[in-house]
């Protein structure tokens, strides 16, 4: 129940002039954001024990579930694709 209030609390509060289209873009850049980010950490320390790596495969884990529940409650899906999309191509391309 809590968490049916949070998510149509959150699909209300992306239903603005834009149609949540702003919302989608900033998801896309945000998660684009943290997979250069964790690749940046995991390629300047390759030496790292099993447990850190552990930890910090468990902490990517969680955010991408966390950032997978934002992305069922999206209206515009389409846009968070096209941005994401884009950023992926962007962060294959030149690094």
Known sequence: SDR???SSSFRHSGDGCDGGKRIAELL??????RFKNAKLSL???PMKSAR???SRENEMDAFQNA???LFRHIQ???VFEAFYRRDLAKRLLLN
């Not at 896309?28 to 954001?33: E, G, L, P, S, V």
């Open 4 to 6: 049916r209030k949070k």
């Open 28 to 33: 896309a850049k945000y998660i684009d954001q």
């Open 43 to 45: 390629s300047a320390s």
């Open 52 to 54: 850190g790596s552990t």
């Open 67 to 69: 950032a997978l529940d």
């Open 76 to 78: 515009s899906k389409d």
